[in-house]
């Protein structure tokens, strides 16, 4: 007869116990394959517990299979032969280290955006009023594409400031342009070769890489994508940032968008895809159009981001697809449903809708316009050692050093300095191309008042290198 | 000279109506390539506007590529040749209508949950403290795996409650199961077969199909997928639900889960995908450990996700990537960043650790149980007729018909009745193995006092089929 120890006032369940200690007997060796247990009325009596607890001891045994139930004669020990192979694990418990951004006292990084300024009260309230108006529903699985009245709202900010023209029905949500871009490679397929600009947004053309497409780098001249040598190749996309290019900052001219379109036109499987990932920050005149408002004949994939206006870790971007495109990927999309949270929509939603979006877009464009003037203005001390390059778009622009500097010495002084610079040699895909003396200076994270206090460290970097 | 006429009543800023009437001028053939513009000093004097807002103009003209700029000489109209082919194009404006799932009055589907439950206050409470408390870090970009302090919430209750093995550095967050299927494509790449129970969770058969891979179809015997077959079929990858079995609900023994793991240590590239989809629902003894505890080898997958327990539009799911697997996954995942919300992350994390998900754990059990029991009692009425299959666990059990009826007539007469069920035969991978007469009843959607009478019209369907 089993000698069980219960042991009552644990915090364990009696049947837990009991259930641990038959395994363990079965781990052991001291039941085998074959081997009687005691009936449940038996074992009850033998310990003195109710046969309840015994019974459900031996089901949890049955359920995970130590035990198995003989009709009209017990319960037996099952083969256990391979049970040897069973064993704890060590589980590594020496964590790696969280990789963590070196902090700047400079930091002139192209990434990022000024969070001083969200709108974090108005975010929270209309987060609580969501959370109060809609209960229930939020909570139920939404449409795979993403909200209707959400599609409404980006559909309507998308024709104003952008003049994309689409329906809600061409649109589709994703949490981030990283995973729009993953399941594009879904509905065209990879077996695709896509134009890049080159030098590009490197993170999109390691992402196109990863999901398995070929890539042609093609040269950026001055009105933008190299049309010949895009003529050239035997490329069926082509990935374009039209509106302000990363990182030369180039705006694509209506004529060179002609092209690209009509180039797209001569394939029936050709398409654009057009990333306009920071179009929001114009700093002269009026924002310039998508090269989806000159697309009449379903050629342009548009993709745009909430990353950049609002806040990067709003992991909320939108893909316009084409009509007749769409149609054909219902079938590949019915396998996905949409990663943005419901809630996170509603809130995004009517902060478009109720135009806080829009005035929040309009105070950051003051703020970055001031720093960008700011920091054009103190660049002057640079004298006629230094082109500025890039439209006034974006948050960064590039500047051009005349003198002739080591650069290794330059960038390892700023380094130094703790000053965060990039060079444009680093946005080459590969083989780089040698584009000297080019840096991304980028004015998000500065502060307002340390730009001419940066771009002072920065002179004295670049001149104790010449 | 020019005759803009400038309405300065309008909306519309005077530059951009000079803007808009030059772009109109070259879009007609009024001004053509080569034509020389007026200086913007002149045209300023000419319509009274200040030159400041021609200069504005002529940039953003300049800026779209309409005019360019020739040093000492003025702005002159750019070869817009292939300008015709500039439209704006209509845009469909009939919506398609949204997908709307239909109603039933008694809902025996096997997906979804009761929401009536759902703590909403917790939910809002803890999100109001986690947009005070830590506002500003919460929107600038997290870690791509999932925030630290979220992966070490969720490690803990899995170690806890399913028995798993692991470290932070091993966890992945991401937006719904799907997303983690295809992210987990990229990580493998999709040249495996893979084998699947069958009968399965059609909505990852499609899934894997979708993504590229081979699908070896397994049959699912009494202790689950067949391991002869399997063995004998060239899979790389074997995909299963051992703790409730989809759809048949039977849970694997331990014999099975050792043969199943020495499968796959027979090959450096196997691995199994676990999917522990609904885990958290077991009515009799304790959870059974997930196969992951038995795996010593760095050889299963795990997924699991949190649409099941708490609501099916939290997309927040997790996978547990074997360390060695890991090491060789993060090339490829340094393309990806996190499909979750961090605010969403930090609000499930305090929920968890705070422990208001293992107190809704516990009541959603009761809950479901009494839903489950009920059930159980109500389909007494068949008396001998029908046979109820699967494990005590999970939000739906199985009921096999032993009476002949006609399957077709009695599905129509389901539909007729407002009665959701769902046929086992539509859970086999094609080519559809007939398992005749076995149907899933869901409980979680059903109202409890509603139970009884949702049985009695089952019963009378039935009947008028037989």
């Not at 009552?8 to 364990?12: A, D, E, G, L, N």
């Not at 990333?275 to 002269?284: K, P």
């Not at 439209?391 to 948050?395: D, K, P, R, V």
């Given at each position: 007869m089993f000698t069980i120890l219960i042991d009552?006032?644990?915090?364990?369940p009696i049947y837990q116990q009991i259930y641990e200690y038959i395994k363990e007997e079965i781990k052991n060796g001291n039941l085998v394959y074959q081997d009687k247990l005691p009936s449940s009325r038996g074992l009850a009596s033998h310990i003195a517990v109710s046969r309840n607890t015994v019974d459900l001891a031996y089901s949890q045994l049955v359920s995970e299979g130590y035990i198995e139930a003989r009709p009209k004669s017990g319960y037996y020990v099952c083969?256990?032969?391979?049970?040897?192979?069973?064993k704890t694990h060590p589980v590594d418990t020496v964590l790696e280290k969280e990789e963590k951004k070196q902090q700047y006292e400079y930091d002139f990084s192209f990434?990022?955006?000024?969070?001083?300024?969200?709108?974090y009260n108005r975010w929270r309230k209309l987060l609580k009023e969501v959370m109060i108006n809609d209960?229930?529903?939020?909570?139920q699985i939404g449409h795979r594409q993403g909200d209707f009245e959400f599609r409404r709202a980006i559909k309507e900010y998308l024709h104003q400031s952008r003049g994309v023209n689409c329906s809600e029905n061409q649109i589709m949500i994703g949490a981030g342009s990283d995973y729009l871009l993953m399941l594009l490679s879904r509905i065209l397929g990879t077996n695709h070769k896509i134009a890049m600009e080159n030098p590009t947004y490197l993170s999109s053309y390691r992402t196109l890489k990863e999901l398995g497409f070929e890539i042609q780098p093609i040269e950026v001249k001055e009105k933008g994508m190299d049309i010949k040598q895009l003529e050239e190749s035997d490329a069926s996309l082509a990935y374009v940032?039209?509106?302000?290019?990363?990182?030369?900052g180039t705006v694509m001219p209506i004529s060179r968008r002609i092209q690209l379109l009509s180039w797209a036109r001569k394939g029936e499987n050709r398409y654009i895809i057009e990333?306009?990932?920071?179009?929001?920050?114009?700093?002269?005149g009026k924002p310039i159009p998508a090269l989806q408002n000159n697309d009449?004949?379903?050629k342009v994939i548009y993709i745009g981001t909430f990353s950049k206006a609002?806040?990067?870790?709003?992991?909320i971007s939108y893909m316009v697809v084409p009509k007749e495109l769409m149609k054909k990927a219902k079938a590949t999309l019915s396998c996905y449903s949409c990663t943005v949270s419901r809630i996170d929509q509603a809130v995004l939603g009517r902060f478009l809708q109720e135009g806080y979006f829009e005035r929040h877009i309009n105070k950051m464009r003051k703020i970055y316009k001031t720093k960008h003037d700011r920091l054009v203005k103190a660049l002057a001390i640079f004298g006629d050692d230094i082109r500025i390059l890039g439209?006034?778009?974006?948050?960064h622009l590039v500047i051009e050093l005349k003198t002739q500097i080591n650069e290794k010495r330059f960038e390892e002084e700023c380094e130094k300095g703790s000053i965060k610079i990039t060079a444009?040699?680093?946005?080459?895909?590969?083989?780089?191309?040698?584009?000297?003396?080019k840096y991304l200076l980028g004015f998000?994270?500065?502060?307002e008042d340390k730009i001419e206090e940066a771009v002072e460290k920065l002179y004295r970097a670049c001149y104790t290198c010449v």
């Open positions: 009552s006032q644990k915090q364990i083969d256990m032969s391979q049970l040897v192979d069973i990434q990022g955006v000024d969070m001083n300024y969200f709108p209960n229930s529903d939020l909570f940032t039209p509106s302000h290019q990363f990182p030369t990333d306009d990932y920071d179009s929001e920050f114009r700093y002269l009449t004949e379903g609002i806040a990067p870790a709003i992991r439209e006034s778009a974006g948050l444009m040699k680093e946005f080459f895909i590969e083989p780089v191309k040698q584009e000297s003396s998000a994270r500065l502060r």
